[in-house]
T-cell receptor
């Protein structure tokens, strides 16, 4: 099955700086790579995702890049703000229209944005 | 829409006791799953279902049973609780149809279970 490794486990940045979280996956057939954000005591929520037919996707201050050859993908957060403080999970799956998804999650990165 | 609703939010059990975590969704999602979250281990899939009457095992199924008699409900049963099952449990659902399946998982608020 799929195996997803995520680094770093904790990350502390100053407000306004950028943060980068990296994940690697093992199954070359995986084609869908979402990122979830979980605030303290809350449920995980999807913040951005990327499919294997694109190399980068951006949504305001958040971007995700994918390198299929190296089997790794990264989350980039620019101009970090205190509300970005949370645990971030990457995930990977072989996914296609008409089927359910069985996400394999990374172990999470706790991001702390300090003032 | 209420989304995904889990009950109870908190539960304390003694070793050997049984209980059921309830999960219901009102989004007509075909796909439902249960994850457990432990410190440093991320979210691990316990069981999942691709539709009413169909269930399958995930990464860590031992000690848990599920059933899916309706599209809306997907209860998780602990048959004989063990301290290793102390965790936060999340139910999630996703639209599994053929036309607009985005893959996004919608999570419940979580159930914190402690087994003494």
């Amino acid at each position: 099955g799929e195996n997803v490794e995520q680094h770093p486990s904790t990350l502390s940045v100053q407000e306004g700086d950028s943060a980068v979280i990296k994940c690697t996956y093992s199954d070359s057939a995986s084609n869908y790579f979402p990122w979830y954000k979980q605030e303290l005591g809350k449920r995980p929520q999807l913040i951005i995702d990327i499919r294997s037919n694109v190399g980068e996707k951006k949504d305001q201050r958040i971007a995700v890049t994918l390198n299929k050859t190296a089997k790794h993908f990264s989350l980039h957060i620019t101009e970090t703000q205190p509300e970005d403080s949370a645990v971030y999970f990457c995930a990977a799956v072989k996914f296609y229209t008409g089927t359910a998804s069985k996400l394999t999650f990374g172990t999470g990165t706790r991001l702390q944005v300090t003032l | 829409n209420a989304g995904v609703t889990q009950t109870p939010k908190f539960q304390v059990l003694k070793t050997g006791q049984s209980m059921t975590l309830q999960c219901a969704q009102d989004m007509n999602h075909e796909y439902m799953s249960w994850y457990r979250q432990d410190p440093g281990m991320g979210l691990r899939l316990i069981h999942y279902s691709v539709g009413a009457g169909i269930t399958d095992q995930g990464e860590v199924p031992n000690g848990y049973n599920v059933s899916r008699s309706t599209t809306e409900d997907f209860p998780l049963r602990l048959l004989s609780a063990a301290p290793s099952q102390t965790s936060v449990y999340f139910c999630a659902s996703s639209y599994g149809g053929t036309s607009r399946n985005t893959g996004e998982l919608f999570f419940g608020e979580g159930s914190r279970l402690t087994v003494l």
